[in-house]
């Protein structure tokens, strides 16, 4: 049982687009979110996280959205850079009253195809 | 910038033999986390350490693999016997607090292939 899925297996942007990222999660308790970027042959880079009592987080050209009814979270990539591509993963963790678990679950990932 | 160090970077092996990865966290990182990615999936958790401590390893297949982190810094997985569906990307992750939500910082992987 997937927990957290990415269900689109890849995205391609033109340069200076929005790239728009998504993830879903079934577990309740997740309460923590992150979005990872992969390139190939390193391992994942953290990029944004946010927390459940949050709806929206911004740092630059990334904002992540989180909508708790839904259970789903989006990655907004603006404007599109072609060294954004890479394999984006977007994790959840239960942060109970903020004792992490630290077991963080990972969606399969979306590769993100900027071209130029 | 402080960097999750990983060896060996790739590694071939037969099915049956014994391989081990090495992993040097961050200094300072009290936890680290060992995950398993296999092609088109993300990370798995498979092992997660505070200090020398195993917080987690339900994940692990405990009657191939096994990790240790002795003195509480580097740490090693160790698979024996290796087994064709073992080939996957190995992932170390260290972290400075348990508590509090905190940043996994990642190194660069082993990838093994069993043949």
């Known amino acids: 049982d997937q927990q957290v899925k990415q269900n689109s297996p890849s995205l391609s942007v033109q340069e200076g687009r929005i790239s728009i990222l998504n993830c879903d999660y079934t577990?309740?308790?997740?309460?923590?979110f992150l979005w990872y970027k992969k390139y190939p042959a390193e391992g994942p880079t953290f990029l944004i996280s946010i927390s459940s009592i949050k709806d929206k987080n911004e740092d630059g050209r990334f904002t992540v959205f989180l909508n708790k009814s839904a259970k789903h979270l989006s990655l907004h990539i603006v404007p599109s850079q072609p060294g954004d591509s890479a394999v984006y993963f977007c994790a959840a963790d239960v942060n109970a009253g903020g004792t992490s678990y630290g077991k963080l679950t990972f969606g399969q990932g979306t590769i993100l195809t900027v071209h130029p | 910038e402080a960097e999750v160090a990983q060896s060996p970077r790739y590694k071939i092996t037969e099915k049956s033999q014994a391989v081990a990865f090495w992993c040097d966290p961050i200094?300072?990182?009290?936890?680290l986390y060992w995950y398993r990615q296999i092609l088109g999936q993300g990370p798995e958790l498979l092992v997660q350490?505070?200090?020398?401590?195993?917080?987690?390893d339900s994940q692990l297949p405990k009657d191939r693999f096994s990790a240790e982190r002795l003195k509480g810094v580097d740490s090693t997985l160790k698979i024996q016997p290796a087994e064709l569906g073992d080939s996957a990307m190995y992932l170390c992750?260290?972290?400075?607090?348990?508590?509090?939500?905190?940043?996994?910082?990642f190194g660069p992987g082993t990838r093994l292939t069993v043949l």
């Open positions: 577990n309740s308790m997740f309460d923590y």
């Open positions: 200094s300072g990182h009290a936890t």
């Open positions: 992750a260290s972290s400075l607090l348990l508590e509090g939500a905190d940043t996994q910082y």
């Open positions: 350490f505070q200090d020398e401590s195993v917080v987690d």
